[in-house]
Every structure is written in C-alpha cells, then in structure tokens.
C-alpha cells in the first residue's frame, strides 16, 4: 500500500495522483494475468476520464467492483496491492472524487480540463498580445480595453497567460474572480 497517496497535501489532486500511480505500476508491463494487467488498463482509463471532464455517473461503482475483482483474481500480489491502493484513496478522498464527477470541479486545480483562465481588469493594459497568443480565438478585446476570455472557446492551453507581460491572466479553479464579460476601457 502506497501510504503517501493516503496522504497528499491540499496542493495535490487525489485522482491525478491515483492515476500517475496506476499508470507507473508494474501491472501495466506484466500481462501474465487478465486481472491484473486489463484491471490496470481499466483503472488507467476510467481515472484519466475523470480528469479529462469525461466521467460518467456510474463510475465509482465500476472501480469499486473493478477492485473487488482484481483483488480475488489477481494471480500475485501486485495486482492485489494495486487494487488496494485505489480501494483506500478512492475512500479516503471520496469528497474530491464526488466533485470530480457530480460538479466538474478540481479543488486542487491540478486537473487542467478544470480550470478556468481569466483576465484581471485592474492589471490588464489592452496591448493585445493574449489575443494573439490564442490559436482558438477566445480572447475578445481592443487597443487599451480589458480584454476578455470566452469560457465556452477557450481550450486550456495557457498560451495567454505565457504571453501576457502584465500577469494579468489567472487560474482558477472552483472559485472564480470577478472580471467584466465584455471589454470595458482600461484603467490603467
Ligand atoms: S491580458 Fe495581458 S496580454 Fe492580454 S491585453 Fe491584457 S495586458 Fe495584454
Ligand atoms: S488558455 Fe489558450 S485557449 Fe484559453 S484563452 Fe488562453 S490562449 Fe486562448
């Protein structure tokens, strides 16, 4: 049992650390037992569906009764220390899981598809380079207005915050700043 992931600081996504376990465990470059190794692949696939915005209701009872299995099929111990493992996290850190899964939500803001860009009115100078950083055109904005981010264009790629010299674009994650949702001129 990995006890670090029983103990992970608030700066850590359970289920991104579950998921980078699973993927580095040595179930996945075993294939002697069905158990073990397709456990593994379906523990790697449903996780990495919950980071990526993607989980459907019914996916904690699937790991569960996924780890039940792997548990008394598996055919050595590591198959069976692999689904403790995500047994104990998934209980410990059920809370985040839920939030995952029900709200959309990341707490830790670790897990990118999460998290939301935005541009602080009282940094931003309107000089525009954020707008041509992004290739998915999801910045709206103009000479010396505060520019603005578009939620439903916007892909996450963190190009506009790389870009902007002003450290006027923020992350979040469940809680949101308040920004204009339109341009409105700069008052700097
Ligand atoms: S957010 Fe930054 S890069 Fe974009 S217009 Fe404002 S100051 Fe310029
Ligand atoms: S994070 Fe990427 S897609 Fe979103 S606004 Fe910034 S550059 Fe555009």
């Given at each position: 049992m990995e006890e670090k992931l029983l103990n992970?600081?608030?700066?850590?996504?359970p289920v991104d650390e579950l998921l980078k376990y699973v993927r580095g465990h040595k179930c996945l470059d075993c294939g002697k037992c069905v158990f073990g190794y397709e456990g593994a692949a379906q523990l790697e696939m449903t996780l990495n569906d919950i980071t990526m915005k993607?989980?459907?209701?019914?996916d904690m009872d699937q790991l569960r009764k996924l780890c039940g299995l792997m548990k008394t099929?598996?055919?050595?111990e590591d198959g069976v220390e692999l689904a403790d493992t995500a047994l104990a996290v998934m209980e410990k850190y059920a809370d985040e899981f839920a939030q995952h899964i029900a709200?959309?939500?990341c707490k830790a803001g670790v897990c990118k598809r999460f998290v939301t860009y935005h541009i602080l009115a009282d940094k931003c100078v309107g000089c525009g380079d954020c707008m041509d950083a992004c290739e998915d055109d999801a910045i709206q904005g103009r000479a010396k207005f505060v520019h603005v981010i578009d939620q439903n264009e916007c892909t996450q790629c963190g190009k506009c915050k790389e870009a902007c010299e002003e450290d006027a674009i923020v992350i979040a994650g469940a809680i949101k700043p308040r920004c204009p949702p339109r341009p409105i001129p700069c008052r700097r």
């Open positions: 992970l600081p608030e700066t850590c996504c993607k989980s459907r209701s019914t099929q598996a055919l050595c709200k959309r939500s």
